[in-house]
């Protein structure tokens, strides 16, 4: 008897000696994205895949999939919550159709900085947010920063307000854009993302309206002349897992996962905020013609847009709206 309970407490410290990694499968994730294999959104998909390999002894993997070759945020979103696609990093725009309150992260020129932007979606706002996610066959697993969203055209130089009035503009697929730029007097264009290269090539639309990042590494300054500095809204990727594929990963494997994602996100903002700031000085050296509006002029901005804002407040829930502000205005006064 005294032999049994020796080997069987052998055979315990042999399992709990077994190194962690031995206890994960081989898993490989494969990640689909609209945007190019150079943007940084691409980079910071491979940095996940290394934090991964790194953290389960090379058992987890991923196969990055870039340029739309597996489709649109749309589709591809889609494809997650049937579980034929594993992971996407989507426009958190295109989850509003699903779950409202994510509309208002993207209410018109309501923060002023990136640092407000982490503070709210890392606070119980953001996360709050993610939660409702998993009901519609998502997961969550942070959110990386696509950045402010500034317009280009083909046409003239936008110098003032009124200068948006007529351009037609590709917009993402969501009502609040379109009401946004028809607020503005353009004319907003709903058009896929991996089509909006061709479009404006063949002038099909005049313009668009991205951060400087995606503007350059898509090469729109190859079709685009004029760019202003709008900062009209900020704009966040959501890291998305599918559902069926998280639960099919044991309580460690999991944590695996947020961990390399928590240590990809604080990498993808850290690398995108760089690669922005050069991009403004890139655009400007292959010719683009830079603008800002003065103060007076985003002063009208603000003016106009106030019924889209009051609108949509009370479309994604006033009480998110709300706390959002709140959490916004605690920020600000700690900054100071």
């Not at 691409?42 to 489709?71: C, D, I, N, P, W």
């Not at 002023?112 to 119980?124: I, Q, S, Y």
């Not at 605690?330 to 900054?335: F, M």
């Given at each position: 008897?005294?032999?049994?309970?020796?080997?069987?407490?052998?055979?315990?410290?042999?399992?709990?000696?077994?190194?962690?990694?031995?206890?994960?499968?081989?898993?490989?994730?494969?990640?689909?994205?609209?945007?190019?294999?150079?943007?940084?959104?691409?980079?910071?998909?491979?940095?996940?895949?290394?934090?991964?390999?790194?953290?389960?002894?090379?058992?987890?993997?991923?196969?990055?999939?870039?340029?739309?070759?597996?489709?649109?945020?749309?589709?591809?979103?889609?494809?997650?919550?049937?579980?034929?696609?594993?992971?996407?990093?989507?426009?958190?725009?295109?989850?509003?159709?699903?779950?409202?309150?994510?509309?208002?992260?993207?209410?018109?020129?309501?923060?002023?900085?990136?640092?407000?932007?982490?503070?709210?979606?890392?606070?119980?706002?953001?996360?709050?947010?993610?939660?409702?996610?998993?009901?519609?066959?998502?997961?969550?697993?942070?959110?990386?920063?696509?950045?402010?969203?500034?317009?280009?055209?083909?046409?003239?130089?936008?110098?003032?307000?009124?200068?948006?009035?007529?351009?037609?503009?590709?917009?993402?697929?969501?009502?609040?854009?379109?009401?946004?730029?028809?607020?503005?007097?353009?004319?907003?264009?709903?058009?896929?993302?991996?089509?909006?290269?061709?479009?404006?090539?063949?002038?099909?639309?005049?313009?668009?309206?991205?951060?400087?990042?995606?503007?350059?590494?898509?090469?729109?300054?190859?079709?685009?002349?004029?760019?202003?500095?709008?900062?009209?809204?900020?704009?966040?990727?959501?890291?998305?897992?599918?559902?069926?594929?998280?639960?099919?990963?044991?309580?460690?494997e999991q944590k695996i996962v947020q961990d390399a994602a928590r240590e990809a996100t604080l990498y993808e903002r850290k690398t995108i905020r760089a690669f922005g700031d050069k991009a403004l000085g890139e655009l400007k050296k292959v010719g683009m013609q830079v603008t800002e509006l003065p103060p007076a002029e985003q002063a009208k901005l603000r003016a106009k847009l106030q019924p889209v804002v009051a609108k949509y407040a009370k479309e994604f829930g006033e009480a998110t709206t709300a706390e959002m502000m709140a959490e916004l205005?605690?920020?600000?006064?700690?900054?100071?």
């Open positions: 008897m005294k032999f049994k309970t020796l080997a069987l407490v052998g055979a315990l410290l042999s399992v709990l000696a077994v190194p962690a990694a031995a206890q994960v499968k081989e898993h490989t994730f494969k990640v689909g994205i609209g945007l190019s294999e150079d943007h940084p959104q691409a980079a910071a998909v491979r940095y996940f895949g290394e934090q991964l390999a790194a953290k389960s002894g090379g058992k987890m993997t991923v196969k990055l999939f870039a340029s739309g070759s597996l489709g649109n945020d749309i589709s591809m979103t889609s494809a997650l919550r049937g579980g034929t696609l594993e992971m996407t990093v989507p426009d958190s725009s295109t989850l509003v159709s699903m779950v409202k309150a994510f509309g208002v992260i993207n209410l018109p020129l309501t923060f002023n900085t990136e640092l407000e932007a982490d503070a709210m979606l890392d606070g119980p706002v953001g996360q709050k947010l993610l939660a409702t996610l998993p009901e519609k066959g998502l997961v969550g697993l942070g959110y990386w920063e696509n950045g402010f969203r500034d317009v280009t055209n083909s046409r003239r130089p936008l110098t003032k307000a009124e200068d948006l009035a007529g351009l037609k503009l590709r917009v993402i697929q969501n009502p609040l854009f379109l009401d946004t730029f028809n607020t503005l007097g353009a004319n907003a264009t709903p058009l896929p993302f991996t089509e909006l290269y061709s479009a404006m090539e063949q002038a099909a639309v005049d313009g668009q309206e991205n951060p400087p990042a995606t503007i350059l590494a898509s090469k729109f300054y190859e079709v685009q002349k004029h760019l202003l500095l709008s900062h009209h809204m900020y704009s966040t990727w959501v890291l998305l897992l599918s559902k069926k594929t998280w639960d099919g990963l044991s309580a460690q205005a605690k920020v600000r006064g700690g900054a100071k």
